[in-house]
């Protein structure tokens, strides 16, 4: 069973969702159906020079958080 990262369009929450089969997705703070799908950082795939750490910046920039 998936679990899928989202972003509601309407309120900007950001939200993570357990889908099954055709289920319709609905924002937990406003109850909007307008909902982006987000790709999890662990679904990009391949290596780059310009890696986006979990910190939000470059690994060389996460300080003491075992990156770089």
Same mark, same amino acid.
């Given at each position: 069973? /998936?679990? !899928?990262?989202?972003?509601?369009?309407?309120?900007?929450n950001n939200f993570e969702e357990l889908v099954?089969? &055709? $289920?319709?997705?609905?924002c937990p703070e406003c109850k909007s159906e307008?909902?982006?799908? $987000?790709? =999890? &950082? !662990? *679904? *990009?795939? %391949?290596? =780059?020079? =310009? *890696?986006?750490? /979990?910190?939000?910046? =470059? /690994?060389?920039?996460? %300080?003491?958080?075992? !990156?770089?």
């Amino acid at each position: 069973m /998936p679990i !899928f990262e989202y972003r509601c369009s309407a309120c900007d929450n950001n939200f993570e969702e357990l889908v099954l089969g &055709s $289920q319709t997705v609905v924002c937990p703070e406003c109850k909007s159906e307008k909902i982006e799908k $987000q790709m =999890s &950082s !662990f *679904a *990009a795939t %391949g290596k =780059s020079s =310009s *890696a986006i750490a /979990p910190c939000g910046k =470059s /690994p060389k920039d996460c %300080g003491s958080s075992g !990156f770089g």
